[in-house]
């Protein structure tokens, strides 16, 4: 059984994802009883309001709480986590070596999924122990992928990670609420200018994902003197790239706080 501990959005998003593949032997403990239910009834899964409860009864154990409550949690279930059990992390700056000194098992993973997951479009980055048998490597791999797509990077690369993809949704946001805004600004109406920018968003990541380069792209797209090479000189004049890498410094540096908080 799949123990969730922990029934925020992007528990849902990997439970409507298993589900999906025809399993429901799943138990999420969720302190809220309102969201229990909504969980039981979207998904006919089992809920708990007790963390120990899915602790000791799953062999897969799933933590999706935020990084500020996993100290108490995991002091919670400690006794519960046996030398059998894989446990999964999906907290941000949460390390394998806090998970080791705080729990028995040595079966232990680091993911950082992103929100897209919520649509079955995730990227999901998976960190784990090297004693972990490809058995349950293979099982932990099967859940994310049921979500969108996984890769498998050494730890060390996790921060990074939670920068560009687990942050990345809000960036590319906020980039797409821009758009949108100046589409305004220039006459359109909100819906117009929202569709314009989302099919445009979606259109280019499907061009991109079909293993072009973003470089031979923009190339593609810009013709001398044209108006996409006028648009592109404001934005190289306003050191776009740079800001956009201040900005992921500015996660990744986040991300290493929280981990050293614990």
Do not use: H
Not at 184 to 204: F, V
């Amino acid at each position: 059984m799949i123990g969730f501990i922990g029934g925020g959005k992007m528990a849902e998003a990997l439970i409507k994802g298993i589900t999906g593949k025809g399993n429901k032997s799943i138990l999420v403990a969720e302190p809220l009883e309102e969201r229990r239910r909504y969980l039981e009834i979207s998904y006919g899964i089992k809920t708990t309001a007790s963390n120990k409860e899915a602790a000791e009864y799953c062999n897969i154990v799933i933590l999706a709480v935020k990084p500020q409550n996993m100290a108490s949690v995991l002091d919670e279930i400690a006794l519960y986590i046996t030398e059998n059990k894989t446990v999964v992390s999906i907290a941000a700056g949460i390390t394998l070596a806090y998970l080791q000194e705080k729990l028995k098992s040595g079966r232990l993973v680091r993911v950082m999924p992103n929100t897209p997951a919520i649509v079955q479009e995730g990227m999901s980055v998976i960190s784990l122990c090297e004693c972990m048998p490809e058995s349950d490597i293979a099982v932990v791999r099967d859940i994310f992928m049921s979500v969108g797509r996984v890769l498998t990077l050494p730890e060390k690369y996790m921060n990074a990670v939670t920068a560009l993809s687990g942050s990345g949704p809000a960036f590319i946001a906020l980039f797409v609420e821009a758009l949108i805004a100046a589409g305004e600004q220039m006459g359109l109406s909100t819906s117009d200018a929202g569709e314009l920018a989302l099919q445009t968003l979606s259109g280019t990541a499907r061009l991109l994902d079909t293993g072009m380069p973003p470089g031979e792209l923009r190339v593609m797209v810009t013709s001398p003197g044209g108006t996409t090479a006028a648009g592109l000189k404001v934005f190289e004049e306003k050191g776009l790239k740079a800001i956009v890498a201040d900005g992921l410094r500015a996660a990744l540096k986040r991300a290493e706080e929280l981990g050293s908080r614990n």
